[in-house]
């Protein structure tokens, strides 16, 4: 069954840096829009960043000019770029193709995420 997979996570400083992948075995990323959402500690799943299949990008305010994220559509691979890392940056983080409507609607089931860990 084809499906995204995250990658990269890791444990990382308070203002470090720290380059997540998802990635998959099919066509998923080449034709949808990815969405990277997180799950902190005790919290509910949140939207991160979305770009389109053409590039354009949009971000949470929380992360807005901390994290860029990219596409590689030849690769099949999104990335998120984290940078300036925060300690309430700590999360699971996850990819997902979000709904046209809802950024917060994933149409896909998830995967296993990858955890990122910021110390301060």
């Known amino acids: 069954q084809v499906q995204l997979v995250e990658s990269g996570g890791g444990l990382a400083r308070a203002g470090g840096s720290l380059r997540l992948s998802c990635t998959d075995s099919?066509?998923?990323?080449?034709?949808?829009?990815i969405a990277w959402y997180r799950q902190l500690p005790g919290k509910q799943r949140e939207f991160v960043a979305i770009i389109s299949r053409y590039g354009s990008s949009n971000y949470a305010d929380s992360v807005i000019n901390r994290f860029t994220i990219s596409r590689d559509n030849a690769r099949k691979v999104v990335s998120l770029q984290m940078s300036s890392l925060k300690p309430e940056d700590t999360a699971v983080y996850y990819c997902n193709v979000p709904s046209s409507t809802n950024w917060n609607r994933p149409l896909r089931p998830w995967g296993q995420g990858t955890q990122v860990t910021v110390s301060s």
């Open positions: 099919g066509s998923i990323i080449s034709g949808n829009a």
